[in-house]
Antibody, heavy 122, light 110 residues
Framework: QLQLQESGPGLVKPSETLSLTCTVSGDSISRSNYYWGWIRKPPGKGLEWIGSIYYSGHTYYNPSLKSRVTISIDTSKIQFSLKLNSVTAADTAMYYC??????????????WGQGTMVTVSS | QAGLTQPPSVSKGLRQTATLTCTGNSNNVGNQGAAWLQQHQGHPPKLLSYRNNSRPSGISERFSASRSGNTASLTITGLQPEDEADYYCSAWDSSLSGVVFGGGTKLTVL
């Protein structure tokens, strides 16, 4: 059974870089037809897609965050990572990683991690 | 980034039917339809429907999705207390080359 688990610091200082990792277990991250994505939910607000990556390394990002975001996938293909630089309080949110079903399925996210709360504060 | 439009809240009685809407445009909902997710407080979202009305394994038939033009709908029949949650729609936007979400609808089961 596929499972995803986010990990990383829960507190980041303003102007620094937020770094999170998603560990995939129960199936291969290299399976074709799937992308792997990051989504966040600020307190009291709705979901916001950050970006997604294919096992080959191809990425696509939310245009509003693109200048600050990097998503990568490791060579062992069991983890993918998010880096968001120059963070502000507006980046405080619950961050989720999820499996992205890709173009044939509305780019819907079917398997989600439990989420990790990241607070931006000095 | 422009998102999809959902009513902030809907209230319905136990065992009634609720229809939640998600309005976009021809670049997103009108092009490829929408997916629907349910989120209970303190839990990650759960996918209910995608590719207009495909349900992942384990999702009740009480949840059904449809689309008319640029508006997608999620109909929940026989409302149960556990259906009380936040519901989000999402879609691929070809003009933005990215995924957009709706602001979410809080469903209250009276």
């Amino acid at each position: 059974q596929l499972q995803l688990q986010e990990s990383g610091p829960g507190l980041v200082k303003p102007s620094e870089t937020l770094s999170l990792t998603c560990t995939v277990s129960g199936d291969s991250i290299s399976r074709s037809n799937y992308y792997w994505g990051w989504i966040r939910k600020p307190p009291g607000k709705g979901l916001e897609w950050i970006g997604s990556i294919y096992y080959s390394g191809h990425t696509y990002y939310n245009p509003s965050l693109k200048s600050r975001v990097t998503i990568s996938i490791d060579t062992s293909k069991i983890q993918f990572s998010l880096k968001l630089n120059s963070v502000t309080a507006a980046d405080t949110a619950m961050y989720y990683c999820a499996r992205d079903l890709g173009s044939g399925s509305n780019y819907a996210f079917d398997i989600w991690g439990q989420g990790t709360m990241v607070t931006v504060s000095s | 980034q422009a998102g999809l439009t959902q009513p902030p809240s809907v209230s319905k009685g136990l065992r009634q039917t609720a229809t939640l809407t998600c309005t976009g445009n021809s670049n997103n909902v009108g092009n490829q339809g929408a997916a629907w997710l349910q989120q209970h407080q303190g839990h990650p979202p759960k996918l209910l429907s995608y590719r207009n009305n495909s349900r992942p394994s384990g999702i009740s038939e009480r949840f059904s999705a449809s689309r008319s033009g640029n508006t997608a709908s999620l109909t929940i029949t026989g409302l149960q207390p556990e259906d009380e949650a936040d519901y989000y729609c999402s879609a691929w936007d070809s003009s933005l080359s990215g995924v957009v979400f709706g602001g979410g609808t809080k469903l209250t089961v009276l």
